[in-house]
């Protein structure tokens, strides 16, 4: 295994051209200034305060292993803390921090870190369904939200945006990604980043991103988390690292490994990845932290006892250790030994500094411990509004017969599920911030949409979420998910009995906030028989059923695809995702969102992703199954619901695609442009989405590819040209030689309203091979 890590790092190496590299900036007055300090005051650190600043703790309950951090405070006074996460309000950091500041030696103030992932106090949708907004500059926004409530609560420093591709909806952190898109990851990536940090990391209200899992984290083998990743360069350069360089271009600070293996060396001991790619090729200059107990971890995969894993993955490029304390207390040891030397420790010590001193800590340590813009920031009515409108657009609607919705405000609605009356479930996981007791459940947000136009009847139709035993696991961190002990069958008796009385029979079901996110991954990824069965009874009825879906993953819904009439997908919707749904329902607001993961038949197909690969053995157009092909004998290839795909409460039609010439020359361009034509009765939004192909290649290349897309909004009868450039740029892939090239050949463009249903044309790049 080492000596293939050491040829593919020399084919990084050594191949010129890669356009990772990066370009080398002139020196800045204000960095010259930064430099001086920090040489100034590392000149009279010890090497015990130099360790000391890359000792990461923790400081709340807030804990994703189980290893806590002790004895804080005495280690804050003897210089052996660098930074803090989990301690949040201004009171209890500036404690924290007053103790660094006054009683060590040299007064330097602590970082202090928080998962802020998806929003703070105002939680915003979970970023699998913030991806399905497809909107930029919202995306930036609710980050900017983020960074300014939570630089009032004390914090500067935010682990994220987390920007792992994947394609596998087994994995349970599929739901803190973006989606299966590298393109689409990658301009996500760059938004969050902007949203956070703004234009000047000193500023009080912004915080210091951290872009994680560095890296592939989203491809551990079989979906399940914290597992083996083993992947090609191809793959690797093409598709899973574009977004963290994506961010790290943006300016993001500060970057954290990840728990899985890479081609055998675990990314918190890899060298290749974090000295030869991350700094090397890609210029980083910020720091690195491991992900939670990292180090440690490197002793369970195999690379030997604390001291050894520790040396491994300073050496490998690793600055700040998370919560382990492996650096703490083995570094000292390893110098004397010879086995880590001494610039190894300054060259981390000097980026946490720098990253400290761009936070503006030096000057002011108690920049971010304003109690006042902690009492006005934090879930102001404009952030709650704007959380609402947000929830709103990422919202997917995946099936909609005989305009079932939207609602009418009149009659009887029968409100049924587990997840009807739970307003702690609503923000989905990493919501720490978020005020969960407070959190308005579906049925009140109804009852509050509706007045005293509808009545609601509410059932909990179910017993449970899932079996007895799937729910005590899935529900360790429990949020409130009503239960109920008596027998399944009187359960459901009573909710018919409701539907039956009801119009319509609005049927809340799904996953639970903690059945996605870290640590919850899925074989079996449809809804939970027990709600399956409620949702048979609820059908038989012959009553109109809308299913809510609540899921931090795509799930496998071929049976309800096939047989309930309505389906909207509300993921986890934030802290208004009461009053967001109700909007939608009743069509206050038009859905719009659009899927960034592909929605299999079955789990057996993933891992399912519409970029994929052509094959040798491509099945037939039109057809599911032939002999000899690459196709299943069960299931046909299709995806369910592909990437992009999401309905409207109108329709859009597409016609006229043109594109300005058939051939053109690098430094030229290709226009593709379409007219769409919202064809309905409402005002809508449409996301406009370009994919391109190249057909022939000196490797084999996807059969499509996202290269643009643009969200527009159409009155009803109303058409718009929507216009996209196609330079060289979009054309480029890391070939075999990982050199960045575009090819002359043969192209297709398509351009639709997801990645399957698409008008197309053809057009070539044209020049000679060198
Ligand atoms: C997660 C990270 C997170 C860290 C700190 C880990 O378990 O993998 O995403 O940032 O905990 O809370």
Redesign the pocket.
């Known amino acids: 295994m080492k000596t293939r890590i050491y040829t593919w790092a020399a084919i990084a190496l050594f191949s010129t051209n890669i356009s990772f590299a990066q370009t080398k900036k002139p020196v800045s007055t204000a960095d010259k200034k930064m430099d001086t300090f920090i040489k100034n005051l590392m000149s009279k650190m010890t090497l015990d305060e130099k360790i000391g600043q890359l000792n990461l703790l923790?400081g709340g309950e807030?804990?994703?292993?189980s290893v806590v951090s002790t004895d804080v405070e005495t280690k804050i006074k003897k210089g052996q803390v660098g930074g803090m996460?989990?301690l949040t309000t201004p009171s209890r950091i500036r404690k924290a921090q007053e103790i660094a500041v006054n009683q060590t030696r040299l007064k330097i103030p602590i970082i202090f870190g928080q998962?802020v992932i998806h929003g703070y106090k105002t939680t915003f949708p979970i970023p699998l369904a913030l991806a399905c907004t497809w909107d930029m500059a919202m995306i930036e926004k609710t980050a900017r939200i983020a960074a300014t409530e939570a630089s009032a609560d004390g914090l500067n420093w935010t682990?994220s945006p987390?920007v792992d591709i994947s394609r596998d909806a087994r994995w349970g952190?599929i739901s803190?990604g973006s989606g299966e898109d590298t393109f689409l990851g990658s301009e996500i990536a760059k938004a969050m980043v902007k949203g956070y940090q703004g234009d000047d990391l000193a500023k009080y209200n912004t915080m210091m991103a951290?872009v994680?899992?560095f890296a592939l984290y989203g491809a551990s083998e079989a979906g399940r988390d914290y597992n083996t990743t083993d992947m090609s360069l191809d793959r690797m350069y093409n598709e899973y690292l574009p977004p963290y360089k994506a961010a790290l271009d943006a300016g993001a600070g500060s970057i954290?490994t990840s728990?899985n293996d890479i081609n055998g060396v675990p990314a918190t001991a890899n060298k290749w990845l974090m000295t030869d790619l991350l700094r090397k090729e890609w210029g980083f200059k910020g720091f690195v932290v491991t992900?939670?107990t990292a180090v440690n971890e490197l002793i369970d995969h195999g690379l030997g006892d604390l001291q050894t894993v520790s040396a491994l993955s300073l050496n490998a490029g690793v600055d700040m250790d998370?919560v382990g304390e492996g650096f703490l207390t083995t570094l000292k040891k390893s110098v004397q030994e010879g086995k880590v030397k001494i610039e190894k420790i300054d060259q981390a010590c000097r980026l946490i500094l720098e990253a400290k001193y761009k936070l503006g800590l030096f000057e002011d340590p108690f920049r971010y411990c304003n109690e006042e813009r902690a009492k006005t920031e934090i879930l102001k009515p404009e952030h709650l509004d704007y959380a609402r409108k947000v929830a709103t657009e990422s919202f997917v609607l995946l099936k909609n017969e005989n305009n079932t919705l939207p609602l009418k405000k009149t009659g009887t609605i029968a409100l049924i599920g587990p997840l009807a009356n739970t307003g702690a479930n609503m923000p989905g996981t990493w919501s720490v911030n978020s005020d969960l007791a407070n959190t308005k459940s579906l049925l009140e947000g109804m009852q509050t949409a509706v007045g005293s136009d509808v009545k609601i009847l509410h059932g909990l139709g179910s017993n449970l979420i899932a079996d007895a035993k799937y729910q005590e696991r899935a529900t360790m961190f429990a949020r409130d998910i009503p239960r109920d002990n008596r027998p399944e069958e009187v359960v459901i008796a009573e909710a018919v009995k409701l539907a039956k009385q009801a119009d319509v029979v609005v049927a809340a079901l799904g996953e639970s906030s903690e059945m996605s996110g870290?640590a919850s991954s899925r074989t079996d990824i449809e809804i939970p028989a027990i709600q399956k069965r409620l949702l048979q009874a609820l059908l038989k009825t012959g009553k109109p059923v809308v299913l809510v879906l609540f899921t931090g993953r795509p799930l496998a819904l071929k049976w309800e695809s096939e047989n309930v009439p309505a389906i909207l997908n509300v993921w986890f919707g934030g802290t208004e995702t009461a009053n967001a749904i109700p909007d939608v329902l009743f069509g206050v607001v038009n859905p719009s969102g659009k899927l960034t993961t592909t929605f299999p038949q079955n789990v057996g197909q993933l891992p399912l992703y519409y970029a994929h690969k052509n094959t040798g053995r491509p099945l037939e157009e039109g057809k599911w199954f032939s002999k000899f092909r690459s196709n299943y004998l069960d299931v046909s290839n299709d995806p369910l619901y592909p990437f992009g795909y999401g309905l409207s409460y109108t329709t859009f039609a597409y016609s006229n695609l043109k594109i300005s010439k058939n051939s053109f020359k690098p430094g030229e361009a290709i226009i593709a442009s379409v007219e769409i034509k919202n064809t309905g009765a409402i005002e809508g939004k449409e996301v406009v989405q370009l994919y391109i192909q190249d057909l022939v290649g000196s490797s084999t290349r996807p059969v499509k590819e996202l290269k643009g897309f643009e969200k527009i909004s159409l009155k009803p009868g109303e058409s718009k040209t929507v216009s996209f450039k196609i330079t060289e740029e979009e054309l480029k892939f890391y070939n075999t030689a990982l050199k960045f090239v575009a090819e002359p050949g043969d192209f297709k463009v398509y351009i639709g309203a997801n990645s399957r249903d698409v008008m197309e044309a053809k057009f070539a790049l044209t020049r000679k091979f060198k």
């Not at 807030?62 to 292993?65: D, W």
């Open positions: 923790t807030a804990t994703t292993g996460f989990s998962d682990f987390m952190r803190e951290c994680k899992h954290m728990f992900d939670y998370m870290e």
